[in-house]
């Protein structure tokens, strides 16, 4: 069963830069047939994607948060990894990492999701 | 970016109903439509994909329907355990964008 688990501070300072890791099992990070992502959800709205990382490092980001994000991949400790800088009130969210599926012929679609992580920007 | 409108934003219905959620887009996006069910403090669950193929262990009484811009998820006899908060989603195009959500409530 593929399982994601976030993990990181809960609580970061404006100005500062939020940095997210999501622990992949059950399946291989190496997947040439997977991307891996973030999604975010500020407290009693909707999901805003963020961007995702292809096991080789290739990424796609949101032009609306791409500025400030870095999504990287790390294939040896099966670790995906979110930075995203300059950090505001504005970026209060529960953070999700999940899979994408990249079928043969079609468009990646996502299949699985971690339980999340809330990040509070806070002085 | 492509917009994605649902309506409604909330409903209430009983168990046994068959209840249908309807998704918009701003433009056409061919069947790259998913569907989630999130219940309250979970993660998302994905239930549908290029509009109508349910994802592996979704119940079959869920189904998705559509093309273009017009797009359908039908719940056909609602049970206890399908009271949550519904999202469509287009992965057509980048940024992928979301619906609001409805949200299914006990009437």
């Known amino acids: 069963q593929v399982q994601l688990q976030e993990s990181g501070p809960g609580l970061v300072k404006p100005s500062e830069t939020l940095s997210l890791t999501c622990t992949v099992s059950g399946a291989s990070i190496n997947s040439r047939s997977h991307y891996w992502t973030w999604i975010r959800q500020p407290p009693g709205k909707g999901l805003e994607w963020i961007g995702y990382v292809y096991y080789s490092g290739t990424t796609n980001y949101n032009p609306s948060l791409k500025s400030r994000v870095t999504i990287s991949v790390d294939t040896s400790t099966q670790h995906f990894s979110l930075s995203l800088r300059s950090m505001t009130a504005a970026d209060t969210a529960m953070y999700y990492c999940a899979r994408v599926l990249q079928p043969k012929w079609e468009l990646p679609y996502l299949d699985f999701w971690g339980q999340g992580i809330l990040v509070t920007v806070s002085s | ?107």
């Open chain 2, 1 to 107: 970016d492509i917009q994605m409108t649902q309506s409604p934003l909330s409903l209430s219905a009983s168990v046994g109903d068959r209840v249908t959620i309807t998704c918009r887009a701003s433009q056409g996006i061919r069947n790259y439509v998913a569907w989630f069910q999130q219940k309250p403090g979970k993660a998302p669950k994905s239930l549908i994909f290029s509009a109508s193929r349910l994802q592996a262990g979704v119940p079959s009484r869920f189904s998705g329907g559509g093309s273009g811009t017009d797009f359908t998820l039908t719940i056909s006899g609602l049970q206890p355990d399908d009271f949550a908060t519904y999202y469509c989603q287009q992965y057509y195009s980048f940024p992928w964008t979301f619906g609001q959500g409805t949200k299914v409530e006990f009437k």
